[in-house]
Protein backbone atom coordinates (compact mmCIF):
# COMPACT_ATOMS: atom_id res chain seq x y z
CA UNK A 1 0.00 0.00 0.00
CA UNK A 2 1.87 3.48 -0.85
CA UNK A 3 1.00 6.51 0.81
CA UNK A 4 -0.84 8.33 -2.41
CA UNK A 5 -3.24 5.40 -2.35
CA UNK A 6 -4.43 5.48 0.99
CA UNK A 7 -7.84 7.23 1.17
CA UNK A 8 -10.11 7.70 4.16
CA UNK A 9 -14.02 5.41 3.73
CA UNK A 10 -15.98 7.80 4.79
CA UNK A 11 -18.18 4.95 5.71
CA UNK A 12 -15.13 2.85 7.79
CA UNK A 13 -13.36 5.60 8.81
CA UNK A 14 -9.54 4.07 9.87
CA UNK A 15 -6.21 5.76 10.07
CA UNK A 16 -3.40 4.13 8.14
CA UNK A 17 -1.99 1.34 9.47
CA UNK A 18 1.75 1.98 10.89
CA UNK A 19 3.92 0.89 7.65
CA UNK A 20 1.72 3.75 5.45
CA UNK A 21 1.93 6.25 8.53
CA UNK A 22 5.67 5.81 8.48
CA UNK A 23 6.37 6.01 4.59
CA UNK A 24 4.17 9.71 5.10
CA UNK A 25 5.42 13.09 4.90
CA UNK A 26 4.69 14.99 7.79
CA UNK A 27 2.24 17.12 5.38
CA UNK A 28 0.47 13.76 4.02
CA UNK A 29 0.21 12.73 7.93
CA UNK A 30 -2.00 16.19 8.52
CA UNK A 31 -3.88 16.19 5.89
CA UNK A 32 -5.08 12.03 6.42
CA UNK A 33 -5.24 12.87 10.29
CA UNK A 34 -7.91 16.16 9.03
CA UNK A 35 -9.89 13.89 6.81
CA UNK A 36 -10.38 11.13 10.25
CA UNK A 37 -14.43 12.12 11.18
CA UNK A 38 -14.19 13.90 14.86
CA UNK A 39 -17.51 12.35 14.93
CA UNK A 40 -19.06 9.51 14.77
CA UNK A 41 -22.76 8.01 13.80
CA UNK A 42 -24.51 6.66 16.81
CA UNK A 43 -25.41 2.75 16.55
CA UNK A 44 -27.97 3.29 19.38
CA UNK A 45 -30.81 6.19 20.32
CA UNK A 46 -29.22 9.04 22.11
CA UNK A 47 -28.86 8.19 25.67
CA UNK A 48 -29.99 9.22 28.91
CA UNK A 49 -29.80 10.23 32.54
CA UNK A 50 -28.69 6.95 33.75
CA UNK A 51 -25.86 6.77 30.73
CA UNK A 52 -25.11 10.38 30.36
CA UNK A 53 -24.48 11.18 33.91
CA UNK A 54 -22.20 8.51 35.54
CA UNK A 55 -20.04 9.32 32.37
CA UNK A 56 -19.84 13.26 33.06
CA UNK A 57 -19.77 12.65 36.76
CA UNK A 58 -16.57 9.94 36.58
CA UNK A 59 -15.09 12.75 34.00
CA UNK A 60 -15.48 15.79 36.31
CA UNK A 61 -13.77 14.28 39.38
CA UNK A 62 -10.98 12.57 37.62
CA UNK A 63 -10.27 16.00 36.25
CA UNK A 64 -10.58 18.11 39.20
CA UNK A 65 -8.15 15.38 41.38
CA UNK A 66 -5.42 15.18 38.56
CA UNK A 67 -5.76 19.25 37.99
CA UNK A 68 -5.10 19.04 41.89
CA UNK A 69 -2.44 17.22 41.80
CA UNK A 70 -0.60 19.08 38.96
CA UNK A 71 -0.47 15.72 37.04
CA UNK A 72 -0.98 16.18 33.11
CA UNK A 73 -4.11 13.72 32.50
CA UNK A 74 -6.10 13.57 29.08
CA UNK A 75 -9.36 13.17 29.61
CA UNK A 76 -12.31 12.49 26.36
CA UNK A 77 -15.74 11.22 26.58
CA UNK A 78 -17.22 9.80 23.56
CA UNK A 79 -14.21 10.88 21.52
CA UNK A 80 -12.69 8.81 18.19
CA UNK A 81 -9.92 6.93 19.02
CA UNK A 82 -7.72 5.82 15.66
CA UNK A 83 -5.47 2.71 16.28
CA UNK A 84 -3.52 1.65 12.63
CA UNK A 85 -5.22 0.34 10.49
CA UNK A 86 -8.44 -0.80 13.20
CA UNK A 87 -11.56 0.32 13.26
CA UNK A 88 -12.68 3.58 15.08
CA UNK A 89 -14.11 3.33 18.23
CA UNK A 90 -15.44 5.85 21.16
CA UNK A 91 -15.67 4.39 24.53
CA UNK A 92 -17.97 6.56 27.12
CA UNK A 93 -14.57 7.77 28.83
CA UNK A 94 -10.91 7.51 28.26
CA UNK A 95 -7.44 8.45 30.14
CA UNK A 96 -4.08 9.27 28.41
CA UNK A 97 -1.83 9.91 31.40
CA UNK A 98 1.21 12.30 31.85
CA UNK A 99 0.15 14.14 28.02
CA UNK A 100 -0.93 17.77 27.56
CA UNK A 101 -4.57 17.74 28.05
CA UNK A 102 -5.51 20.68 25.87
CA UNK A 103 -9.12 19.88 23.87
CA UNK A 104 -8.52 17.76 20.50
CA UNK A 105 -11.51 16.10 18.02
CA UNK A 106 -10.27 12.92 17.84
CA UNK A 107 -7.22 10.48 19.52
CA UNK A 108 -5.09 9.30 16.49
CA UNK A 109 -2.26 7.30 17.65
CA UNK A 110 0.29 6.97 15.42
CA UNK A 111 -0.19 11.60 15.53
CA UNK A 112 0.07 11.28 19.18
CA UNK A 113 2.40 8.59 19.70
CA UNK A 114 0.27 7.07 22.24
CA UNK A 115 -2.31 4.99 22.89
CA UNK A 116 -5.30 4.88 25.48
CA UNK A 117 -4.54 3.86 28.89
CA UNK A 118 -7.86 3.43 30.45
CA UNK A 119 -11.09 2.52 29.04
CA UNK A 120 -14.48 2.97 30.30
CA UNK A 121 -17.95 2.01 29.17
CA UNK A 122 -21.01 2.19 30.19
CA UNK A 123 -23.82 -0.09 28.99
CA UNK A 124 -27.48 0.39 29.76
CA UNK A 125 -29.12 0.39 26.45
CA UNK A 126 -28.03 -1.47 22.90
CA UNK A 127 -25.95 -4.56 22.41
CA UNK A 128 -24.23 -5.42 25.73
CA UNK A 129 -22.48 -7.55 23.87
CA UNK A 130 -20.10 -4.67 22.54
CA UNK A 131 -19.03 -3.79 26.08
CA UNK A 132 -19.32 -7.10 27.58
CA UNK A 133 -17.59 -9.57 25.41
CA UNK A 134 -16.45 -7.90 21.49
CA UNK A 135 -14.54 -4.33 23.37
CA UNK A 136 -13.15 -6.98 26.54
CA UNK A 137 -10.56 -9.22 23.36
CA UNK A 138 -10.45 -5.47 21.12
CA UNK A 139 -9.12 -3.22 24.06
CA UNK A 140 -6.69 -6.37 24.76
CA UNK A 141 -5.56 -7.21 21.86
CA UNK A 142 -4.77 -3.29 21.21
CA UNK A 143 -2.86 -2.96 24.37
CA UNK A 144 -5.05 -0.92 26.49
CA UNK A 145 -3.77 -1.31 29.68
CA UNK A 146 -6.93 -1.20 32.10
CA UNK A 147 -10.90 -1.43 31.26
CA UNK A 148 -14.29 -0.73 33.40
CA UNK A 149 -17.41 -1.55 32.46
CA UNK A 150 -20.29 -0.15 34.57
CA UNK A 151 -23.78 -2.46 33.51
CA UNK A 152 -26.50 -0.09 34.59
CA UNK A 153 -29.09 -2.11 33.37
CA UNK A 154 -27.45 -5.00 36.42
CA UNK A 155 -25.41 -2.40 38.48
CA UNK A 156 -22.56 -3.97 38.39
CA UNK A 157 -18.97 -2.47 38.16
CA UNK A 158 -16.83 -5.04 36.25
CA UNK A 159 -12.93 -4.59 35.65
CA UNK A 160 -10.39 -6.00 33.56
CA UNK A 161 -5.98 -5.40 33.43
CA UNK A 162 -3.93 -6.55 30.80
CA UNK A 163 -0.80 -7.89 32.39
CA UNK A 164 2.95 -7.51 30.93
CA UNK A 165 3.48 -9.63 27.68
CA UNK A 166 -0.03 -10.69 27.68
CA UNK A 167 -2.88 -10.03 24.84
CA UNK A 168 -6.13 -10.73 26.96
CA UNK A 169 -7.58 -9.86 30.25
CA UNK A 170 -7.31 -10.50 33.40
CA UNK A 171 -10.42 -9.65 35.92
CA UNK A 172 -9.58 -7.28 38.47
CA UNK A 173 -10.70 -8.79 41.88
CA UNK A 174 -12.63 -6.25 43.86
CA UNK A 175 -11.42 -6.22 47.18
CA UNK A 176 -13.98 -4.70 49.85
CA UNK A 177 -16.08 -3.65 47.27
CA UNK A 178 -13.21 -1.71 45.39
CA UNK A 179 -11.69 -1.98 42.07
CA UNK A 180 -8.04 -0.77 41.98
CA UNK A 181 -6.44 0.70 38.94
CA UNK A 182 -3.05 0.76 38.76
CA UNK A 183 -3.12 3.11 36.05
CA UNK A 184 -4.81 5.86 37.87
CA UNK A 185 -3.41 5.09 41.34
CA UNK A 186 -7.23 5.03 42.32
CA UNK A 187 -9.98 2.82 43.93
CA UNK A 188 -13.13 2.59 42.17
CA UNK A 189 -16.46 1.73 43.42
CA UNK A 190 -20.35 1.62 42.38
CA UNK A 191 -22.56 4.00 44.36
CA UNK A 192 -25.80 5.21 43.50
CA UNK A 193 -25.79 3.61 40.16
CA UNK A 194 -22.44 6.02 39.28
CA UNK A 195 -18.63 4.96 39.73
CA UNK A 196 -16.76 6.82 42.48
CA UNK A 197 -13.15 6.97 42.82
CA UNK A 198 -11.45 6.64 45.74
CA UNK A 199 -7.64 8.00 47.41
CA UNK A 200 -6.77 6.02 50.13
CA UNK A 201 -10.02 6.33 52.27
CA UNK A 202 -11.29 9.99 51.09
CA UNK A 203 -13.63 9.88 47.77
CA UNK A 204 -12.91 12.33 45.05
CA UNK A 205 -15.36 15.28 45.11
CA UNK A 206 -17.86 15.39 42.29
CA UNK A 207 -18.36 19.03 40.43
CA UNK A 208 -21.52 19.27 42.12
CA UNK A 209 -20.17 18.10 45.66
CA UNK A 210 -17.40 20.38 45.22
CA UNK A 211 -20.09 23.25 44.61
CA UNK A 212 -21.84 22.84 47.63
CA UNK A 213 -18.66 22.54 49.45
CA UNK A 214 -17.62 25.76 48.05
CA UNK A 215 -20.60 27.40 48.60
CA UNK A 216 -21.10 26.36 52.40
CA UNK A 217 -17.20 28.19 52.29
CA UNK A 218 -18.52 30.93 50.84
CA UNK A 219 -21.79 31.09 53.87
CA UNK A 220 -19.22 30.48 56.29
CA UNK A 221 -17.00 33.31 54.87
CA UNK A 222 -19.95 35.83 54.41
CA UNK A 223 -20.72 34.58 58.07
CA UNK A 224 -17.06 35.63 59.28
CA UNK A 225 -17.01 38.96 57.50
CA UNK A 226 -20.82 39.98 58.39
CA UNK A 227 -19.80 39.26 62.06
CA UNK A 228 -16.52 41.35 61.49
CA UNK A 229 -18.44 44.15 59.87
CA UNK A 230 -20.92 44.01 62.84
CA UNK A 231 -17.97 44.12 65.15
CA UNK A 232 -16.35 46.87 63.53
CA UNK A 233 -19.43 49.00 63.46
CA UNK A 234 -20.09 48.43 66.93
CA UNK A 235 -16.62 49.20 67.45
CA UNK A 236 -17.01 52.46 65.69
CA UNK A 237 -20.22 52.91 67.98
CA UNK A 238 -18.22 52.09 70.83
CA UNK A 239 -15.36 54.69 70.09
CA UNK A 240 -17.73 57.36 68.52
CA UNK A 241 -19.64 56.92 71.66
CA UNK A 242 -16.45 56.87 74.00
CA UNK A 243 -15.57 60.59 72.15
CA UNK A 244 -18.83 61.69 72.79
CA UNK A 245 -18.35 61.16 76.39
CA UNK A 246 -14.54 62.47 76.14
CA UNK A 247 -16.21 65.75 74.59
CA UNK A 248 -18.74 66.11 77.89
CA UNK A 249 -16.01 65.06 80.60
CA UNK A 250 -13.76 68.23 78.93
CA UNK A 251 -17.24 70.25 78.44
CA UNK A 252 -18.29 69.29 82.30
CA UNK A 253 -14.41 70.58 83.19
CA UNK A 254 -14.51 73.46 81.16
CA UNK A 255 -17.35 74.52 83.28
CA UNK A 256 -16.28 73.33 86.51
CA UNK A 257 -12.98 75.71 85.52
CA UNK A 258 -15.88 78.72 84.35
CA UNK A 259 -17.92 78.00 87.86
CA UNK A 260 -14.67 77.70 90.16
CA UNK A 261 -13.18 80.98 88.13
CA UNK A 262 -16.76 82.69 88.40
CA UNK A 263 -16.83 81.52 92.59
CA UNK A 264 -13.49 83.35 92.92
CA UNK A 265 -14.34 86.32 90.85
CA UNK A 266 -17.51 86.79 93.28
CA UNK A 267 -15.17 85.81 96.21
CA UNK A 268 -12.82 88.70 95.46
CA UNK A 269 -15.62 91.06 94.77
CA UNK A 270 -17.11 89.86 98.26
CA UNK A 271 -13.98 90.74 99.84
CA UNK A 272 -12.78 93.90 97.96
CA UNK A 273 -16.30 95.39 98.72
CA UNK A 274 -16.66 94.44 102.11
CA UNK A 275 -12.86 96.27 102.44
CA UNK A 276 -14.22 99.22 100.94
CA UNK A 277 -17.19 98.74 103.37
CA UNK A 278 -14.78 98.68 106.35
CA UNK A 279 -12.43 101.03 105.42
CA UNK A 280 -15.63 103.39 104.68
CA UNK A 281 -16.64 103.02 108.49
CA UNK A 282 -12.87 103.49 109.94
CA UNK A 283 -13.49 106.97 108.41
CA UNK A 284 -16.65 107.48 109.61
CA UNK A 285 -15.05 106.96 113.25
CA UNK A 286 -16.46 103.23 113.64
CA UNK A 287 -14.34 100.37 113.95
CA UNK A 288 -16.00 97.38 111.53
CA UNK A 289 -14.71 94.61 113.98
CA UNK A 290 -16.93 96.23 116.96
CA UNK A 291 -20.17 95.86 114.72
Request: proline share 7%; no cysteine.
Amino acid sequence: MTTKGFKVDADDPRAPPADVWEAMTEAERAKVIASLPSEIPRAHPPEGDRHFLPKIKAREALGEYFRRIGRGVYLGSELPVYYPGERVFAPDLIAVLDVDPHPRERWAVSQEKRGVDLALEITLHGDPKKDLERNVVLFARLGIPEYFVLDARTSRLIGYRLAPGDSTYTPIVPQGGRWTSKVLGLDLSLEAGRVRFFHGSAALPEASELIVRLEGMMDDLTTRVETTDRAREEADRAREEADRAREEADRAREEADRAREEADRAREEAEARAERLAKRLRELGVDPDDT
